[in-house]
Structures are given as C-alpha cells and as structure tokens.
C-alpha cells in the first residue's frame, strides 16, 4: 500500500499571445527554472466530477469544454468548491463564450451558496492555447487574479492530468508584453462525509460493469477492521527491518512510535471487560425496546383497522 | 408502474454531500431537485441542483422561475433536464412528515416514476454512506388521490404503516472517464484521517435516536387518547339516540292512548350530529417513522467484534487508529 505525496510536479507552460521574436524566446529559456508561487489549490472531487461530465455531454464537434469555477479564496489558498459549465463555440481563428449565461448562471447560484465567489475557469484539454488567454482575460474582469484549471480528459499521457495555472505579465515592459501562466499546488481536499462517498465508490473501479450496490453495515465494519489490520502489518514489517538494520533508522518514526504505544490507556482487562459488557447491555436494551414499540405499533394497527 | 432500481452517478451523490456540509449545519434539512432519465425499468439520475434556503427577508423570491431558470440554462450545456425527483436530508432518521408525503404525492402524480431521494448525514459521518430511495406505494397514492383520510377510508384500502412507502434498490454507475478520475484520486490523496466506522462510542447518537423515539411515541400516544375518546363519544351519541327513541316510542304509545296524534317524527340525525372521525393519516406517518427507522444502528456488531477477540489487543489497535495514520503518512513522505 503506498500513497504519493500530495503534491503534484507540473511542468511550466508558457503561452504567448504574440508570435515569439528570438527577444521574448531569449526571455522563455531565462524562466526556465521558475519557483512555484501563488496560491495553493484545494479542489473537491464534485468539481472534477461534474467537468468530466460537462465533458462526456459535450456538442457535436466540440473538443473541449470550459466553465466558470467557484469556490472562496484567501492570502495563501483558493478552495473551488463549485462550478458550472458555460456554452462556447471555438474555431480556428475566433472563440465566442456565452457571457449572459455566465453570469446568470453565476446569479442562481448565489442564491444557494451566497459565500461563493467566480475565483477562476477551467477547460478540459491538454494545452493552453491563444483563446485561452483571451477567456482569460474575460475572467479578469470578473475575479481579481482568477486561477485557470486543465483537465486533461483526452488522457494524453494515459493519465487525467489535472493541472491549474495563474497568469502573470511577462516581458519588457513598455515593448513586446506577454501573459505567462504560472503553474500552482494542487491538493485535492474533502469534507469527511465526501471521503466516505469517495472511498465506497472507489469499489466500482473493481466492479466489470461499473456498477455498485450499497453494502451492508457489517462489510464496511468488516472493511475497516481489514484496513486497520492492513496498516498495522506494513508497520510491523518496518519496525523488523529497522531492528534487523535492512533500513536506516529515522528518528521522527520512531517518535511517532513512541507516541503510539503511550496512547494506549492503561485499563486492566476486568476493566475493561466491564466496560464492554455494560455498553453492549445497554444496546442489548435499546433493541429491546425499539422491537417493543414495534410490536406495540402492529399491534395498535390491528385493533383499529378491526 | 415497477421501478427495478434507481442509477445514481458520482456526481449526484458528491453534489448532495456538498450541499449539506455547506448549507445545511443545524437540523435543518436542505433540500434539491434530481434530473434524469427513465431507461426501461430502471431510473436513472444523472445531475441534481440544489434550492436555496427559506429565509424570512426574501419574501419575492420565487420557487417555480428559479427552478424554470436553472432548467433552462442546464438545458443549454445538454444536462438532462427531465425532472425525476427530489432529495433531501434528513435529521436522525426522521424524515416522515406530512410536507413530505404531499410533495412526493405531487411529483409521483406528475411523473410516474419519481422518488425521494433520502440522505443520512448524520449516518454517513459515522462511516458509510447513507442515501436511500423511497416512493409512495399505489395503494397509498390512492388515498391521497381522494383525500379521504377518515378511519373508515383507510380501513378500506387497508393500508397499514409498512404499506406506505416502498424503498428502491440504489445502485451507482460510472463511466469508464469517471473511473480514471478516481484513480487519480486515489493516488493523489492522502490516507483517510478518521475512521468513524470503528469508533466504539457510539452513546452519543444512541441517546439521541432515543431521545427522538420517545418523542414520536409521545405524540403516538396523544393521537390513540384522541381515538379513543372518539370512540367512547360516539357509543354515548348510539345510547342517547337509543334513549330518545324509546321515550319517543312510549310517548308516542301514550299519546295514541288518549286519542291525541302522534308527534312527529324529527330528524334524529339532525340533533345528534356524530362526532369528527380524527384524520388517520397523522398516525399512520408516525408509525411509518417508527417502521422505516427500525434497523437498528451498527453500533452492537461493532462492540461484538473486540467481544470476540481474545484479550484486549485489538481494542488497543481501534483506539491507535489516529496515531498509525499519522505514522504511516510520515514514512511515506519520508522515504520518498
């Protein structure tokens, strides 16, 4: 069981809305090496999942979609907790985005969710092309810094690359000047509820005809125990091979180790066996009761119908 | 008409989720219509939009133009926009009212195949995913149909509370670009922080399902207190009917014996006007409360399984459950 680190490595994308001179190419290897900066990305899943079906529902001849994203921002990140998708036609040399629906779409739902704000758009797709920057400069007008988000639904690289951007000005100022989109952290972050949605529909991945029940409450008991066993298993094995010197000791885990082994509460067994039995008679009660009031209720149901 | 299942997509289940962790803290439900198709004998739900809250300082707002206007702009990006449904969450499980029942006998007379869609999130919060599909059985929309709510009316249909509503089988389809999404996902995310599945303390929601219990059972009671007295009231009312015609007979006989004409015969329903039947339909939606909520909550398998163990090893590695996550995240970023 290994997890990535959250963060993901996004390559630097430049997109110039002038064709390059040898001056601003000079400029495109000078930035080369470019630190991250700007804000940090929170995405929560129902935004991915509603733009992969913006996608699959997308008009003849369309191949790509764009939409507007809400969400709410402060210094250090921007949380997109909506969006919606927005009509555009594109071709070769012009693109027309439908701004009334935009914004009236933008009007209804602030009526739900009056804390949202438009913080940005996406598109799906793999590059960043000329009337990108032209929507984004639309975008402008409506956000203050607005974030620009791809989703990468043609699976060019066999994965969804999901990759969010911000623009900034580039170049001389006063001569030739560009618009340059700086790539930024992305981290996917859920409510709790929505980790449990997202982890019980993981199981469809599985399934041949990508379907699912909901399953009972003791195969999900049954689950988590499982997964608990399964974490507690890959430590054991690490803790072998530290002791038997195959891995280099780090002292940070072995601190957390040490944590882990003081949180156990020092109860006896007759403690705790008591304990036990008490809050299983307690529930033994209640199920008593609740078939009472069942029986009581059929029974009620009879007497009056007769 | 029989609907074998409803198909819900990722999308729809994350939406309702959303909307009631943002909008709907407290115990006040939240609320939102579903859109899809109906394949077959299968629904099938493909998006959903929520409605915003009541507020007392928006009184011109309008239900039916935004509902009008979200329909026609979603119908713009090609989503669905046949209405099939609606959701709504629910507080401890108690969920039938009578609001519920008339808005879902509209929609179901409506569209033919149109269910509620009811979400748990108190239920999901403790570990899994909690969202059922009801509809109104036929019988009972008949009723409805006639608003005839009287004993006698029900006692014809002979509707009980385990006949009021039918619960249908939720199944969750994806498409193979959905599936790649959750791969990526998977990958990306960190392990889960909390799992609420194995929490041993359950005391806390058990005392509130209770505590909601015996209220319904309070107004259990006081509605068979009002039948009951309807009942003795109307034996009275045959007594006193019974009397009066006696004492009408004899007067009568008396009358004939001294030659004088009888009196007449007044309207007797006229003086005695039979008591008001109580409306039945409160108690039924009571008991139907009582009915859908009997399944008790996980809580007793998940004390039965550290019961069964040996010795008090695997209750230590259920209270860790915090710190191994804690650990395992480190190693891993560690040893990258």
């Keep these: 069981m290994c997890c990535c680190p959250a963060t993901a490595r996004i390559p630097w994308r430049p997109a110039l809305s002038f064709s390059s001179s040898p001056f601003v190419i000079f400029l495109h290897f000078l930035y080369k090496i470019m630190a991250v900066h700007g804000p940090l990305v929170k995405i929560h899943p129902v935004v991915l999942a509603s733009i992969v079906d913006s996608y699959e529902r997308r008009n003849e001849g369309a191949s790509r979609v764009i939409g507007t994203l809400l969400g709410t921002a402060d210094k250090h990140s921007v949380e997109v907790t909506n969006c919606f998708s927005v009509p555009h036609n594109e071709s070769e040399d012009e693109v027309a985005v439908d701004m009334e629906f935009a914004k009236n779409m933008y009007e209804l739902h602030k009526k739900v969710s009056p804390s949202e704000v438009i913080i940005g758009w996406y598109a799906t797709g793999y590059d960043i092309t000329e009337h990108s920057v032209l929507i984004h400069e639309y975008y402008s007008r409506e956000a203050p810094n607005p974030i620009h988000m791809t989703v990468d639904t043609a699976l060019q690289s066999n994965k969804m690359n999901i990759r969010a951007y911000v623009s900034s000005q580039m170049g001389v100022p006063g001569k030739t000047v560009g618009v340059m989109f700086t790539p930024l952290t992305i981290k996917y972050i859920y409510y709790d509820t929505e980790r449990i949605g997202v982890d019980l529909l993981q199981r469809t991945r599985a399934s041949p005809s990508r379907t699912n029940g909901l399953t009972t409450d003791l195969a999900q008991v049954a689950s988590a125990a499982g997964r608990v066993q399964e974490m507690l298993s890959t430590m054991l094995s690490y803790i072998e091979d530290v002791l038997s010197g195959k891995v280099m000791a780090d002292n940070s885990v072995g601190r957390y180790l040490m944590d882990l082994v003081n949180k156990v509460p020092k109860i006896t067994a007759e403690d705790f066996e008591s304990m036990l039995n008490s809050n299983i008679n307690d529930l033994l009660m209640v199920t008593y009761l609740a078939n009472l009031t069942q029986a009581q209720i059929a029974l009620n149901e009879k007497l009056v119908v007769l | ?336």
């Design chain 2, 1 to 336: 008409d029989h609907l074998l299942c409803v198909c819900v997509r990722l999308q729809v289940v994350l939406k309702i989720i959303k909307h009631y962790q943002e909008e709907g803290q407290g115990s006040e439900v939240v609320q939102g219509v579903l859109l899809g198709l109906v394949v077959e004998d299968r629904l099938e739900i493909t998006n959903c939009f929520p409605f915003p809250q009541h507020t007392e300082d928006d009184v011109d707002f309008d239900e039916v133009q935004y509902q009008m206007e979200m329909m026609r702009s979603l119908r713009h990006v090609n989503i669905d926009h046949l209405h099939v449904g609606w959701y709504q969450s629910t507080y401890y499980g108690s969920f039938v009212s009578r609001a519920l029942l008339d808005s879902q006998f509209s929609y179901q007379h409506a569209i033919e195949e149109s269910v509620v869609l009811i979400y748990d999130p108190i239920k999901t919060a403790q570990g899994s995913l909690c969202l059922k599909a009801y509809r109104l059985t036929p019988k009972l929309m008949e009723i409805c149909k006639e608003k005839d709510f009287s004993p006698e009316g029900l006692k014809k249909a002979c509707i009980g509370y385990e006949h009021m509503f039918e619960e249908v089988p939720i199944v969750i389809k994806n498409s193979h670009l959905i599936n790649v999404l959750l791969l990526d996902l998977q990958e990306k995310s960190t392990v889960a922080d909390k799992h609420e599945l194995l929490n041993l303390s359950s005391s806390n929601h058990l005392e509130k399902s209770l505590q909601l219990l015996m209220d319904r059972m309070d107004d259990m009671s006081q509605d068979i207190g009002k039948y009951n007295t309807y009942c003795r009231n109307l034996s009275k009312q045959q007594q006193q009917k019974q009397q009066y015609l006696q004492r009408r007979q004899q007067e009568n006989a008396q009358r004939q014996s001294r030659g004088e004409p009888p009196l007449p015969e007044e309207d007797i329903s006229k003086m005695f006007k039979p008591p008001q039947a109580p409306a039945r339909m409160d108690t039924l939606l009571i008991a139907g409360t009582r009915g859908v909520n009997g399944r008790r909550s996980p809580s007793i398998k998940r004390l039965f399984l550290p019961a069964y163990s040996t010795g008090h090893w695997k209750f230590i590695v259920l209270c860790l459950k915090e710190s191994i996550h804690e650990l395992i995240n480190s190693a891993m970023n560690g040893s990258v």
